[in-house]
């Protein structure tokens, strides 16, 4: 499936409330063009929704980067709170976890316990261990750094206002997921964790992306993280 030009009297896509369309980097000023989609759930085909919506306002040479809520939820990894049955580890680590201003992360039993099984218990109380050796010298985020991204890209419940009883864990093979999806659509794919702080991070890529120009593209969260509808968008040179 081959992504079309769009038409040069082709309207863009609004911007999100208090989003910006345009930001400008060293490398040149860029459009982040959000595409809205139908609610994603489990049945939904992602490679249906891009060829549907995000295709016909494509150009060749666009970026389409993809919240990386979007591809786990349509993973099937979207996880309902009530499901998740709370072990020793999760019940006695989650109140250590620090707060943070852009999610409640693991500071939740239930997302704790997320962690628990996607990377196991040793794993998960070697981290407390880092995490707490980090904070007496003044450091932060060794926590995640030793229980990797598995841990670091769990979404607890009540944080998603479109899946507010689910746990949301991180996709599964970003990597492989980003070129797969790139082949079918024949464009550039990035599949992206951005929150409303300034964090912006690419978890997988096809090939010739660059990942630093989409960091930096989407630092102030061009998506938005609530009932925008919008969970990708397309990167354009402008």
Partial sequence: MSAAAAPASEAFP???????????????????????????????????????CAVPLARKDDVLFISEKAVAVTQGRAI??????IGLTARLL???????????????????????????AP?????AAAGALGKLLGRKGDFYRVAGP???????????????????LGPKDPEGTAQRLSAYCSL???IVDVNDVGGSWVLGA????????????LTDNPLGQGTEC???????RK
Avoid: F
């Fill in 14 to 52: 609004a911007a999100n409330p208090n989003r910006s369309l345009e930001i400008e980097l060293p490398e040149g000023r860029y459009l982040r063009l959000p595409v809205r989609t139908p609610v994603l759930e489990r049945s939904t085909s992602l490679e249906e929704v891009i060829v549907q």
């Fill in 80 to 85: 309902p709170e009530n499901e998740i049955r």
């Fill in 94 to 120: 989650w109140r250590c976890v620090a707060k943070v201003p852009y999610g409640i992360g693991l500071r939740r039993p239930s997302s704790m316990q997320c962690a628990v099984n996607e990377c196991g």
């Fill in 123 to 127: 794993r998960i109380w070697i981290a």
């Fill in 150 to 168: 598995q841990a670091a890209t769990i979404d607890a419940a009540t944080t998603s206002p479109l899946q507010p009883d689910c746990v949301i």
């Fill in 188 to 190: 550039a794919v990035a």
């Fill in 206 to 217: 096809s090939p010739g992306v660059d990942r630093g120009l989409v960091e930096r593209a």
């Fill in 230 to 236: 919008t969970p990708m968008g397309l990167l354009r």
